[in-house]
C-alpha cells in the first residue's frame, strides 16, 4: 500500500465549475498536509499547506483535512482554463525533512 | 531573485554513460533535496543534503547513483552507467531551514529530463 494515494485523473471539467481533488494516506504521523501545482515541463509549485485538520482558504482555492479518516481534499471554485495542470498532495511529519507525494491528478478545464 | 536552477534541462545519454544533473539552490537557501518523477507515479524523494553532508539518501538506489552537495557550487546528482529504467524527470528543490518544526516548504526547479536510448 501507497503512503499516499491519489487518483491520477485526468478530471476534465468546464470553465466555472467547482472541483474537487482529494488524496487518501496510511501515516497518521502526517502532520502537515501541502497541495503542488505542475505545469506541464515545469517544477511544483507550492499553493497553499495545512496543519492538522481542518480547513484553510486562499482566494478561489480551499484546502480541507480529515485527519480521523485520514483524507484531504482542495477545492476549486470557479476554476478557470489557466487552472489546467497537475496537482500533487503532499505530506511531512512534524519537524519532518522528508515529504512525501501523491502522483498527482491532472486537471483540463474547458473553456 | 533567481529560483533553483537545474541543467541541463535535457540530457540524452546512451547506455552505460554517466549523467550529471547539477542544481543551484535559491540564494539563502542551504537544503537540497532531489526528487525523482515518472509517469503517473508521482514525485519520489531520492536525497537530501546539506553543504558538505548527505543527510537522508534513503531513496537513492544503492548502485550507481550518488549525490553531493560541495562548499562551493551546485548539488550534483550522479547517475553512472545509465540504464532505460534512468529516464525520468529529476526534480530539485531546495528549502531555508534546518527542520525543528512546521512545515518544510519545498521551492523547486523546473526539473532535468534525461533520456537514455
Known amino acids: 500500500q501507497k503512503e499516499v494515494e491519489q487518483d491520477p485523473g485526468p478530471l476534465s471539467v468546464p470553465e466555472g465549475a467547482i472541483v474537487s481533488l482529494n488524496c487518501t494516506y496510511s501515516n497518521s504521523a502526517f502532520q502537515y498536509f501541502m497541495w503542488y501545482r505542475q505545469y506541464s515541463r515545469k517544477g511544483p509549485e507550492l499553493l497553499m499547506y495545512t496543519y492538522s485538520s481542518g480547513n484553510k482558504e486562499d482566494g478561489r482555492f480551499t484546502a480541507q483535512v480529515d485527519k480521523s479518516s485520514k483524507y484531504i481534499s482542495l477545492f476549486i471554485r470557479d476554476s478557470q482554463p489557466s487552472d489546467s495542470a497537475t496537482y500533487l498532495c503532499a505530506m511531512s511529519e512534524a519537524g519532518g525533512f522528508k515529504t512525501i507525494f501523491g502522483a498527482g491528478t491532472r486537471l483540463f478545464v474547458k473553456a | 531573485n533567481a529560483g533553483v536552477m537545474q541543467n541541463p534541462r535535457h540530457l540524452v545519454r546512451r547506455r552505460g554513460q554517466e549523467a550529471r544533473l547539477r542544481c543551484s539552490p535559491m540564494?539563502?537557501?542551504?537544503?537540497v533535496y532531489w526528487y525523482r518523477q515518472l509517469p503517473e507515479e508521482g514525485l519520489k524523494f531520492m536525497v537530501y543534503l546539506q553543504k558538505e553532508n548527505i543527510i537522508d539518501e534513503s531513496g537513492m538506489p544503492k548502485e550507481r547513483f550518488s549525490a553531493e552537495f560541495p562548499k562551493e557550487g551546485p548539488s550534483i546528482l550522479r547517475i553512472q552507467q545509465v540504464v532505460r529504467g534512468d529516464s525520468a524527470a529529476y526534480f530539485c528543490?531546495?528549502?531555508?531551514?534546518?527542520?525543528?518544526?512546521?512545515?518544510?516548504?519545498?521551492?523547486f526547479g523546473a526539473g532535468s529530463r534525461l533520456t537514455v536510448l
Open positions: 528543490a531546495s528549502s531555508p531551514r534546518q527542520i525543528s518544526s512546521g512545515a518544510n516548504v519545498l521551492t
Open positions: 540564494k539563502g537557501h542551504s537544503h
